[in-house]
């Protein structure tokens, strides 16, 4: 479609300002998963009181911060697209769209576990938790990758020096956090 030059630009502006606000809520809403799993530890009065807080702070975020965001990107990414539709012919857009869809379903699903929490018919643990809240990191830099380098994706020894150091990073967080609870488990016995 034949829009000016300064529309593609609008749409790039506010795709990205979407993507930020998106993520923002993405990484927050797992971790007051974790904490609201936490509460059950408490005693009665003092679980249900949080229980309530965690349920709020989680509508709130999902629904004020995460979806709209969620929405934003989307919506000026179907601009990008209408205003250039040669992309969608392009290989690392056809890539890029498979793991905007497999964040699309990680969205959904902490609706899902949302929901769950709130039944209080929720399985999950702390630990798996922490394990899925690495998922949007993960895809965050594949698609950053996929739209910077585009077709000429790197995949020299460097690329895998740098993503082995970001997941080296990613566990030293875990294995930290890991190590700060079993120390304050063992302090409170
Ligand atoms: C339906 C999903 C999406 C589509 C169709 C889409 C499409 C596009 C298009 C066409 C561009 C412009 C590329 C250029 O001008 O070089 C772009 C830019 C960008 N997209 Fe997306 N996008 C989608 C989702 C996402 C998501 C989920 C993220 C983040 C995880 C993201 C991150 C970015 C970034 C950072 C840019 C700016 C790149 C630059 O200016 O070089 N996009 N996107």
Redesign the pocket.
């Known amino acids: 479609m034949n829009l000016p030059s300064e529309a593609y630009l609008w749409f790039?502006t506010l795709?990205?300002i979407g993507?930020v606000v998106?993520?923002a809520g993405l990484f927050y809403l797992v971790r007051l998963f974790i904490y609201h799993l936490e509460a059950n530890e408490y005693e009665p009065e003092l679980k249900d009181a949080f229980f309530k807080q965690y349920t709020l702070m989680e509508k709130r975020l999902a629904n004020i911060i995460t979806t709209p965001g969620m929405i934003l990107?989307?919506s000026m990414?179907?601009g990008?697209?209408v205003s250039?539709p040669e992309?969608l012919t392009q290989l690392w857009?056809q890539i890029?769209?498979f793991f905007?869809s497999l964040?699309l379903i990680y969205h959904f699903f902490c609706y899902r576990l949302m929901n769950q929490l709130q039944n209080e018919s929720f399985k999950w643990t702390g630990r798996q938790l922490r394990i899925l809240n690495e998922m949007p990191t993960i895809?965050?830099v594949i698609?950053?990758m996929l739209?910077?380098f585009k077709n000429s994706f790197p995949t020299s020894a460097a690329t895998w020096f740098i993503f082995a150091l970001i997941l080296l990073m990613a566990a030293s967080i875990q294995f930290y956090a890991r190590y700060r609870r079993l120390k304050l488990e063992s302090e409170n016995e």
């Open positions: 790039k795709h990205i993507v998106w993520f990107t989307i990414a179907i990008l697209l250039q992309w857009m890029k769209l905007v964040l895809l965050l698609i950053v739209v910077i």
